[in-house]
């Protein structure tokens, strides 16, 4: 049976819709739910049947953990064993907010949430919505994407629907995403903190946040699926379109093409995102243009990539990005949703 989708767009509305998710959830049910970031596949995150359930619904591996999402710092502290002065600094500056510490995890965060591991991600969103539903609920929810796993991650209820429509009985419309893209995600268990996964808060604003504490210089890109993940977001592809995906750099409309001259597709089928260089539309009709801004490019890159599946694209290139700090968190998701990631450095 298709998912009900409820929307919040009035007083009425919104508390109705809060209603239909918290009865699901406290019944031990999985919803689709806004968040700023992207849409979230949200379960008690204090039953270990029902974080199991959204990994059946998602197809996720059971390797790779999920966040929990919180609505107070109270809530945070019962989900871990330690609340270290780092975390308070960083939770302090940025919460509610898209950024995820990793802290030692409490005994009531069952397993399947860490996969595994003796941590866990926690995040206290700035979405009103899903604030509403944690707050009525009155316990914390597990809540990764909400899209089969390995697949582009949801920016719209739309994008809910056409991935989970199907497995889930409700899906709650909060409109687009504001951020985007992933939180950024920090392991505050040691001395200094560390970047597990990029994303819109970077790492200039990390290091100016954390004042007397440190950021270390260096993060792990990829890791393996027989090791013990502290993040999710770490596996080396991720949030992948259907259609091969290129980041190319070009100078001239010629210099695309002659780029482009292996992929022996038709030209309509080679669907361009650019920011600086835009191609001639004669060359390559399937162009869209994005503004040269990473907050704009964030809140707009995964709607592209849903697009180009919808419009079945043979091939996707996107005019690589700068190399600034306020864009790492872009270039992590374009280099894991490329056929050849790259390695990055997040300090």
């Known amino acids: 049976m298709p998912a009900e989708v409820l929307t919040t767009h009035s007083p009425a509305l919104f508390a109705e819709a809060v209603r239909r998710a918290v009865d699901i959830l406290k019944s031990g049910g999985v919803v689709g739910l806004p968040t700023e970031t992207v849409y979230g596949l949200a379960a008690n995150a204090f039953s270990n049947s029902a974080v199991a359930a959204i990994y059946a619904v998602k197809g996720r591996p059971a390797y790779n953990p999920v966040i929990v999402h919180v609505a107070s710092a109270t809530m945070a502290r019962e989900c871990c064993t330690e609340w270290p002065p780092l975390a308070d600094r960083l939770a302090s500056r940025f919460w509610p907010g898209p950024m995820t510490l990793v802290l030692p995890r409490s005994f009531r965060i069952p397993e399947t949430v860490s ?36 697949s582009l991650s949801p ?17 709650v419309d909060g409109g687009h995403c504001a951020v985007g893209i992933e939180s950024t995600v920090i392991d505050v268990t040691g001395p200094s903190a560390r970047i597990l996964r990029p994303g819109i ?12 504490f440190t950021l270390d210089s260096g993060s792990p890109l990829h890791a393996t699926t027989t090791s013990i993940l502290r993040s999710p977001g770490q596996l080396t592809r991720h949030y992948s379109p259907r259609a091969p995906l290129r980041v190319l750099n070009w100078t001239s409309d010629g210099d695309l093409v002659h780029q482009l001259a292996d992929s022996n597709f038709p030209k309509d089928r080679i669907h361009i995102l650019a920011h600086t260089r835009i191609p001639s539309l004669s060359l390559f009709p399937q162009t869209s243009f994005i503004p040269d801004d990473p907050e704009a490019f964030a809140r707009a890159l995964f709607g ?38 790259t390695s990055l450095n997040y300090a």
């Open 155 to 171: 920016t719209s209820a739309e994008h809910v629907i056409l991935g989970l429509g199907e497995r889930i009985p409700l899906i």
């Open 304 to 341: 592209y990539l849903h697009a180009c599946d919808q419009l079945n694209a043979a091939l996707i290139v996107i005019e690589s990005v700068p190399t600034a700090p306020e864009w790492e968190g872009i270039r992590d998701r374009l280099a894991r949703a490329s056929s050849s990631p």
């Open 115 to 150: 996969a595994g591991g003796n941590t866990v991600g926690i995040r206290w969103p700035s979405h009103p919505f899903m604030q509403a539903v944690i707050r009525a609920c009155g316990f914390p929810l597990a809540a990764p994407s909400a899209n089969p796993s390995n």
């Open 201 to 212: 808060i970077h790492a200039d604003q990390i290091k100016t946040a954390l004042e007397d």
